[in-house]
């Protein structure tokens, strides 16, 4: 229960520059596979993107195998047949020819014991998933475009180098989990991916504002190295992660299995997917990957080199172990007073009296003149 009362009071102490490398080591390969899969299996795109017809029809008594049966019959081009949302069965094919589209439509009514009208069929040209695959690219460039400038101008553009990276590898293992299990890349997939990058970009910026505050109040006491800073301020806000995470996850999961199992709706599936990857993904990304990558190009500035050289030579000798002292804990909680001042003893900067209940400090109250 202690952990949890920490947890809830940011005074948690967990080491996490210990656990960057590890982290990094693993996002590595997952990049790596990602990348293999991508390159070995492909996206399998929608015809909303490459073009094409789709069939759909809900038939609980037709299996995957009758499908192809009916459509073998009635065309020899080559199809994908997947279910989707439950007992729905859907085909897609390059097939562009009304009269046999009309021919297929009819056959899967048949085989499924429903009328044709019940047979969703979808008929979309190469010339417009072209152009959808280029707004989708132009699209993910601003987006990129925009949030660098954003980041660099409110923070610095280090830490925008950090948001971005995290933002990338994100991106890139949620692609690369559609690549190797095959999921299918609709448009509302793409919806899903830029509402990840949003996400992971305010559990980012989130830690990143913490540090900011932080090393405004800790630098000047030359006693800590920006990786202590950092590891402070993801202690501060790691409560904040995990109840973003938990509350994000909620409602998506709800939406896999009420949606797409129970209602069987396969764009809610194919929307649900995408963010229950990158939720989990993004999570990791903001506490482990993106503040690694601002800490390792702070500490390489004269500033922070100075400071670490001082602080490694003050705890060289006793083999002490370095952290962020109770006091200072303390006060950036905003139960303390801010510890000030160069090695040895701190001196301390007193914190302003606080206002009363009511808003307003009390009048002092005037000496009464003897008579």
Known sequence: ???????????????????????????????LISIGALFVRGLNLSIEFVGGTSWEVSAPNMSVSDARAVFAS?????????????????????IEDTATI????????????????????????????????????????????????YISIR???????????????????????????QFDVTPATVIAFLTIMGYS????????????????????????????????????????????SITSVIPVLSMLTIGSVFFGAPTLQEFGIALAIGIFVGSYSSI?????IVAVMKEREPEYRAIRARVEARYKSGGATRSVSAEDRAALSGRGPVAVGGSGAAAVRPRPARPSRGGTPPRPRKKKKKR
Request: overall charge positive.
């Open 1 to 31: 229960m202690s952990i949890w009362r920490d947890l809830y009071r940011g005074d948690n102490r967990f080491d996490f520059p210990k656990l960057w490398k590890r982290a990094a080591t693993v996002s590595a390969a997952l990049v």
């Open 74 to 94: 009635e065309s020899s081009a080559a199809s994908t047949i997947q279910t989707v949302g439950g007992d729905t069965i859907r085909i897609r094919s390059s």
């Open 102 to 149: 009309d021919k297929i439509q009819a056959a899967l009514a048949e085989k499924a014991g429903v009328t044709p009208n019940d047979v969703s069929v979808t008929t979309v040209g190469p010339s417009w998933g072209k152009r959808i695959t280029a707004k989708a690219r132009t699209a993910l460039i601003w987006f990129f475009l925009i949030v660098a400038a």
């Open 155 to 181: 923070l610095e553009w280090k830490m925008a180098v950090g948001a971005l990276a995290a933002v990338i590898h994100d991106i890139g293992i949620s692609v690369g989990l559609y690549a190797l299990f």
């Open 201 to 244: 970009l305010y559990d980012t910026i989130v830690v990143y504002d913490k540090v900011r505050d932080n090393a405004a109040r800790l630098t000047g006491t030359g006693r800590y190295t920006y990786t202590e800073m950092m590891n402070l301020s993801l202690n501060q806000v790691l409560m904040r992660s995990i109840n973003t």
């Open 288 to 292: 482990f990957l993106a503040t690694y």
